[in-house]
């Protein structure tokens, strides 16, 4: 990841550590909804990423 994608990866995580519940369900099924959508195209979000959000994403509900 270049400095340019680190600085926005690290944007999006601290507006989700500030969104409200029913934003952060909204958004998690946007994300779950683009990566299944991109399984045989490469993905936007790299596993780690996506790994990283999910584990965010339990960690709120």
Do not use: A, C, W
Not at 12 to 29: D, S
Not at 36 to 43: G, H, M, N
Request: glycine share 2%; hydrophobic share 35%; charged share 40%.
């Amino acid at each position: 990841m270049n400095s340019v994608e680190h600085s926005e990866f690290n944007y999006i995580k601290q507006r989700i550590n500030e969104m409200r519940p029913e934003q952060l369900h909204e958004i998690k099924g946007v994300i779950e909804f683009k990566r299944k959508s991109l399984l045989d195209e490469k993905p936007l979000i790299s596993d780690e990423e996506m790994e990283f959000i999910t584990i965010m994403f339990k960690k709120m509900e």
